[in-house]
């Protein structure tokens, strides 16, 4: 299972899972059209639906977006990491506009995960990917449940072990005016962009550009109830920093929002493979990776469509 042979999967038009420090992704050949098209279909992803173009680093993101001096800015200091921008696409770029769903924009990310970076350096392009999960469930942060919820749908896994963050990046957009807005909360936190680029633009409400503004999204099989100070009779109870009751579980006993979001999606799995029909979530801090974590919970919760 190296990442060479993984690399030459690749090459050959064919899917791999590999691990990013923020959730897995779901790779294939940006540049070739039927191999993207296999992500759409591996993934059961409607294909309007974007995919962000995995790069090594801001050399050959220019290759592919107009990046302006703010989007330079964040791209510096957020990359390598868990920050993915959205900008213009070059009319030159050799990604392909399947995996840009037909925009004008092209969504870029240089992942830190030591093998994403080494399968970026074999195989020598970009590299489209979604996370590694079925349209609509949670993401996956172990290969475990990449490979479960992807079985027999693509040629390979690469294991990295559990994601060290657990929510996929931060996405923000920045314009032909240089305009930036946040599309997704992630572990790269708003203030910390704000204080490069100043006030964030807030997102158009209606117009889903990130699959994370679709309602219903990140879900597991069994209803939410967010906010919940305890379980009722019959609900399975996610704590946030208390000992869980039986068949519950704990975010974070330290109360540390960090190890929370890691822990996050392993848990909504694990509480939906003990059949509960509805998850109480204990209420979580606002603050740092918190916002991010509220955001995945309360699309988790969100009516189904
Ligand atoms: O952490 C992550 O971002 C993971 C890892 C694998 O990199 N990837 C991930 O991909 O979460 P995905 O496809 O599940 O979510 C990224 C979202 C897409 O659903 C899409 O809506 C948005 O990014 N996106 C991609 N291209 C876009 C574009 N040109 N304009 C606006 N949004 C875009
Ligand atoms: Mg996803």
Same mark, same amino acid.
């Given at each position: 299972?190296?990442?060479?042979?993984?690399?030459?999967?690749?090459?050959?038009?064919?899917?791999?899972?590999?691990?990013?420090?923020?959730?897995?992704?779901?790779g294939?050949?940006?540049?070739?059209?039927? #191999?993207?098209?296999?992500?759409?279909?591996?993934?059961?992803?409607p294909?309007?639906?974007?995919?962000?173009?995995?790069?090594?680093?801001?050399?050959?993101?220019?290759?592919?977006?107009?990046?302006?001096?703010n989007?330079?800015?964040?791209?510096d200091?957020?990359?390598?990491?868990?920050?993915?921008l959205?900008?213009?696409?070059?009319?030159?770029?050799?990604?392909?506009?399947l995996?840009?769903?037909?925009?004008?924009?092209?969504?870029?990310?240089?992942?830190?995960?030591?093998?994403?970076?080494?399968l970026?350096?074999?195989?020598?392009?970009?590299? #489209?990917?979604?996370?590694?999960?079925?349209?609509?469930?949670?993401?996956?942060?172990?290969?475990?449940?990449?490979?479960?919820?992807?079985?027999?749908?693509?040629?390979?896994?690469?294991?990295?072990?559990?994601?060290?963050?657990?929510?996929?990046?931060?996405?923000?957009?920045?314009?032909?005016?240089?305009?930036?807005?946040?599309?997704?909360?992630?572990?790269?936190?708003?203030?910390?962009?704000?204080?490069?680029?100043?006030?964030?633009?807030?997102?158009?409400?209606?117009?889903?550009?990130?699959?994370?503004?679709l309602?219903?999204?990140?879900? +597991?099989?069994?209803?939410?109830?967010?906010?919940?100070?305890?379980p009722?009779?019959?609900?399975?109870y996610l704590?946030?920093?208390?000992?869980?009751? +039986?068949?519950?579980a704990?975010?974070?006993a330290?109360?540390?929002?960090?190890?929370?979001?890691?822990n996050?999606?392993?848990?909504?799995?694990?509480?939906?493979?003990?059949?509960?029909?509805?998850?109480?979530?204990? +209420?979580?801090?606002?603050?740092?990776l918190?916002?991010?974590?509220?955001?995945?919970?309360?699309? #988790?919760?969100?009516p189904?469509?």
């Amino acid at each position: 299972m190296s990442v060479e042979e993984a690399a030459a999967i690749l090459r050959g038009g064919g899917l791999v899972v590999f691990p990013t420090e923020t959730v897995y992704g779901l790779g294939a050949d940006a540049a070739n059209p039927h #191999a993207v098209a296999r992500i759409y279909e591996a993934k059961g992803r409607p294909r309007f639906n974007p995919l962000i173009a995995h790069v090594p680093g801001l050399a050959e993101a220019e290759r592919h977006g107009a990046l302006r001096a703010n989007a330079r800015r964040l791209a510096d200091a957020f990359w390598p990491g868990p920050f993915t921008l959205v900008v213009p696409r070059r009319g030159d770029s050799s990604v392909a506009e399947l995996a840009c769903a037909g925009l004008a924009t092209i969504a870029l990310r240089a992942p830190a995960h030591p093998i994403a970076q080494e399968l970026l350096a074999a195989f020598g392009g970009p590299i #489209a990917a979604p996370s590694a999960n079925r349209f609509g469930h949670v993401s996956a942060t172990t290969a475990q449940h990449a490979a479960a919820d992807l079985e027999g749908r693509v040629d390979l896994v690469l294991d990295g072990g559990p994601s060290a963050i657990g929510l996929e990046s931060t996405i923000v957009a920045v314009d032909d005016a240089g305009a930036v807005t946040l599309l997704r909360p992630g572990a790269v936190a708003r203030a910390d962009i704000e204080a490069l680029v100043g006030p964030l633009a807030a997102a158009k409400v209606g117009h889903i550009q990130a699959s994370g503004m679709l309602e219903s999204h990140y879900a +597991p099989r069994a209803q939410l109830r967010l906010d919940a100070e305890g379980p009722r009779p019959g609900e399975a109870y996610l704590a946030f920093a208390a000992p869980a009751p +039986p068949g519950g579980a704990t975010l974070s006993a330290s109360g540390d929002l960090v190890e929370a979001a890691a822990n996050l999606y392993a848990s909504l799995r694990a509480l939906d493979a003990i059949g509960a029909e509805t998850i109480a979530v204990a +209420p979580i801090p606002a603050h740092g990776l918190g916002e991010a974590i509220r955001d995945r919970l309360m699309r #988790a919760a969100a009516p189904r469509c």
